[in-house]
């Protein structure tokens, strides 16, 4: 009830932001809301389940190229849910293939997927995804400026779906096959499909936040969606925050879209840093190292664990003193 009352101050403080601030910090936040929510459907599986899929930028190519596709015939709003839908079914193969792999291996299979599809998108497939021409993406709303209303509303979608699931008997069987998999199996747990479930719903989130993606660019490039850069950014972004907790991944990608920002505008007139983007990726990988080193549970995971032994610490001096 209390996170649903902190979420509930957070989306009314979210809903005021655009009264009080310009058209570039709308930007800003479009790529938080995007991002942060793909990070949300990138926990239930990495998360919560802890199959660290690095990956994860093929459900998003998926929803991105497959509203691309279909919205000229089926309109908008069906478009959309289509998008999401073939990329949900497109993670049942995925999911068959992967999960019967564990740890480091599964993560390799995750990449190699992701790749693989961007081969296929340049290449096997361009006649439908033009290849390295790009591919028109329909608007899903007229005024550029709303985009900021439909990353929010993906935002808030995902925060939603997740939340209900990582709080119900399905997010408790997903931290059971984390801790240990084979013990969760012993107590009857059925680990390749509860793991399967949280992909497919996982994948369905990431290609609606393909959609908006894609939309907002107008035009996209087998590069743009199914690009490492994709997945790595959701990764990092859920370790910062806190992998596994509710809040982690949207807290992490709130720094890292400011960083990437601040870094971008203010090292780019550098020479001797070479390509801002880089650099940004490099103290990416710098912030996630550190993070590890001193926060392994994340920002907002350390600082969970932090208030819970300050409340059993003060539970146990009452006692005590009684």
Not at 262 to 284: E, M, Q, R
Request: hydrophobic share 55%.
């Amino acid at each position: 009830m209390k996170k649903w009352f902190v979420a509930c101050l957070i989306l009314i403080l979210c809903v005021l932001l655009p009264f009080v601030t310009n058209l570039y910090y709308k930007q800003i936040l479009f790529y938080i809301f995007i991002f942060g929510g793909v990070g949300l459907a990138w926990n239930l599986v990495g998360g919560y389940a802890g199959q660290i899929s690095l990956g994860h930028a093929v459900f998003f190519g998926i929803g991105a190229y497959s509203f691309a596709l279909l919205a000229p015939h089926t309109g908008v709003i069906l478009g959309i849910v289509l998008a999401g839908l073939v990329s949900a079914i497109s993670a049942v193969p995925i999911g068959w293939i992967c999960f019967r792999l564990r740890g480091p291996y599964f993560s390799l299979a995750t990449i190699a997927v992701a790749q693989l599809m961007n081969v296929l998108a340049t290449n096997q497939l361009k006649h439908w995804t033009q290849g390295a021409a790009g591919l028109l993406v329909p608007n899903v709303v007229k005024n550029p400026d709303n985009y900021y209303w439909v990353a929010l509303g993906f935002a808030a979608l995902a925060f939603g779906i997740v939340t209900r699931m990582a709080t119900s008997k399905t997010g408790y069987y997903l931290m059971a096959i984390r801790e240990d998999e084979d013990t969760a199996q012993t107590i009857t747990v059925n680990t390749p499909l509860y793991k399967l479930y949280a992909l497919i719903v996982s994948a369905f989130l990431t290609g609606i936040g393909g959609v908006v993606f894609a939309a907002n660019l107008g035009s996209i490039q087998p590069n743009d969606v199914f690009g490492g850069a994709i997945s790595n950014q959701v990764v990092f972004l859920a370790i910062l925050g806190g992998a596994g907790t509710i809040y982690g991944p949207l807290v992490g990608a709130f720094i890292l879209e400011f960083a990437s920002d601040y870094l971008k505008n203010s090292v780019g007139s550098l020479s001797f840093i070479g390509d801002p983007n880089a650099f940004a990726f490099f103290v990416y990988g710098l912030l996630i190292v550190l993070v590890v080193m001193f926060m392994p549970a994340g920002i907002v995971g350390t600082l969970e664990n932090r208030w819970k032994r300050r409340v059993n610490y003060g539970i146990a001096r009452v006692s005590r003193s009684q």
